[in-house]
């Protein structure tokens, strides 16, 4: 069952959110937007906790479904309404949804994961519609929403065009029966989770946990907070969404105790440079000891509510430190003493941390070998083609196409330079590469990688001398797009429109990159210049 990690700490909630494999801004929810959401809200409460429909998150898919986004049909297969409207949205034509189309398309990135994430957050922390006003001071907005400077005003415009207003008044009902699953769901965690916890429920106090449900976001699950304020955003029932809320719920019930006793915390800071030696310990908690902490603590409380024991404990323990997760065994052992005891984990939490002996872990791991970066991940924890790859690489490329999403060229292309290096077959990291290249204006380079890209052999073997590694529909189709808008801008319209085809007739291409290549087709690509700037495709 796999996973999402969230890996920022309490100590970090004011300013910075968790993220899920592909996330790193944070976010502030206007109360205003919350409590106007009331569609299919539900009934209000004194504690904060609510299963709820957006409009802004609804208005948001609509744009980037019209736009072309690799959206997931399977999850839909009981939505016929929304298929259809999905339908109805590719094929809409208008200024603003062409002026959509043409924002999507100059902010895509390599995964459509990476591409939502900021457009969800966006529709986090945007005013209802139809306006989607910003915070007036920039400083209030997530990192990752500056990405995408200018969507507001275009979705705005789109929302106008599109009639969405009418669209979520049709369409909303539809998404009843799933809420009103989640919201069992939601029970269930909540009431599991603070059993165990002993914690009883309270006001609120200003604290919010809101799961934000629509079926458009598909399987995708993103997860934000700032401050007391945390949401999620889900599509699909499964046991990975199911799994990722008990994650965000319990940093939601337990950051404020790591937040309230960090001095306690602080006393253990020494374990830091053991776990700092793991090569597989994702790299922001190599100088965090409070992030380490945070979650080592929800890993503990995650293990204890899965009641395993014996040698499948053991085994989950064994992972945990290997992976340099190292205080995840001690913890535990200090929450079986609590499982015996009588007080609320609020009053418990500073004596399960001084129960650590700092001295008796340092000496425990005198004799534990750390897995490796190149040892393969255990099944489930990561999926598709990518499982068997090395977690250096892994890392590697997610921080590159971060990089690539904050438009810090100078350090995606050093970043994927070095995964070159060690993979130079990798499709993945070439396609970084190039679109680090087309960023930083080296449209030869660029023209080369991509070039690399759609001749690639699918027989290419591992070290073979310049021989990249055939790559995936996506990548595939998006390189042939890349450089038809390449040879656009070269005034070689022949050569282009045979790239913008080639990109059509690749099997299992996403969405986004056939209304791209459709558009070269009927149109030469001419992107919109600033002064002082060289012409490059933009990604």
């Known amino acids: 069952m796999r996973r999402l990690p969230i890996r920022k700490s309490a100590h970090k909630l004011t300013s910075a959110c968790f993220a899920f494999v592909l996330v790193v801004a944070g976010i502030g929810i206007g ?21 709820e429909a957006s409009p802004q998150i609804f208005a948001t898919m609509c744009a980037l479904d019209a736009a072309g986004f690799d959206a997931d049909e399977s999850t839909l297969a009981e939505m016929p ?9 590719l094929k809409m034509r208008g200024p603003a949804t062409e002026a959509v189309r043409q924002f999507y398309r100059d902010h895509a990135l390599a995964s459509s994961t990476e591409t939502l994430s900021p457009y969800m957050t966006f529709a986090l922390v945007a005013d209802l519609p139809p306006s989607f006003q910003l915070p007036a001071n920039r400083d209030q907005i997530p990192p990752s929403v500056l990405t995408i400077d200018g969507f507001q005003q275009l979705l705005a415009s789109f929302y106008l065009e599109a009639n969405l207003g009418a669209r979520w008044a049709q369409i909303e009902p539809e998404s009843g029966p799933v809420i009103v ?18 914690e009883i429920e309270k006001p609120a106090n200003g604290r919010a946990f809101t799961v934000y449900v629509e079926p458009l976001v598909g399987a995708r699950t993103n997860f934000r907070n700032s401050g007391d304020h945390y949401a999620i955003v889900v599509g699909s029932l499964s046991d990975a969404s199911v799994d990722t809320i008990q994650h965000a719920y319990l940093h939601f019930m337990l950051d404020r105790f790591v937040l309230r006793y960090r001095p306690v915390v602080d006393t253990k800071r020494a374990l830091l ?14 100088d965090d000891f409070v992030s380490l902490m945070d979650e080592c603590l929800i890993k503990a409380v995650e293990l204890r509510l899965r009641r395993l024991s014996g040698d499948r404990l053991e085994a989950e323990l064994k992972k945990t430190d290997e992976s340099g997760f190292i205080l995840v065994r001690p913890l535990v052992a200090q929450l079986q003493k609590f499982e015996k005891d009588a007080p609320a984990m609020s009053y418990y939490f500073p004596g399960l941390l001084t129960g650590i002996d700092v001295q008796a872990e340092q000496k425990r791991f005198q004799g534990v ?18 499982a068997a790859q090395p977690a250096e690489l892994e890392r590697w490329i997610t921080e590159g196409n971060r990089q690539i999403a904050n438009k810090d060229t100078e350090a995606a292309t050093a970043t994927f330079q070095t995964a070159l290096a060690k993979y130079p077959n990798d499709s993945r990291v070439v396609y970084g590469l190039a679109i680090a290249s087309v960023l930083s204006g080296q449209g030869d380079r660029a023209k080369y990688l991509f070039e690399q890209l759609v001749s690639a052999r699918s027989s290419a073997p591992p070290g073979a001398g310049g021989a990249v590694e055939a790559a995936n529909p996506s990548i595939l189709a998006w390189s042939h797009v890349y450089l038809g808008r390449i040879h656009d801008l070269q005034d070689d319209r022949e050569l282009a429109v045979n790239e913008y085809q080639a990109a059509l007739t690749v099997d299992g291409a996403p969405e986004a990159a056939r209304v791209a290549a459709q558009s070269g087709v009927e149109t030469a690509y001419k992107p919109a210049a600033r002064p002082g700037e060289n012409q490059q495709p933009q990604p």
């Open 31 to 51: 109360s205003s937007a919350r409590n106007s959401q009331a569609q299919q809200a539900e009934p209000a409460n004194a504690t904060g906790i609510s299963v």
């Open 273 to 286: 440079n053991v776990a700092a030696r793991a090569p597989q310990l994702p790299v922001e908690y190599h």
């Open 81 to 89: 309404a929304r298929l259809a409207l999905r339908e109805d949205l």
């Open 369 to 386: 070998t750390f897995a490796s970066v190149d040892a393969a991940p255990a099944p489930g924890e990561q999926g598709g083609n990518d």
């Open 181 to 198: 699953r989640f919201r069992s769901v939601v029970r269930r965690i909540v009431t599991v989770s603070d059993a165990y916890l002993r």
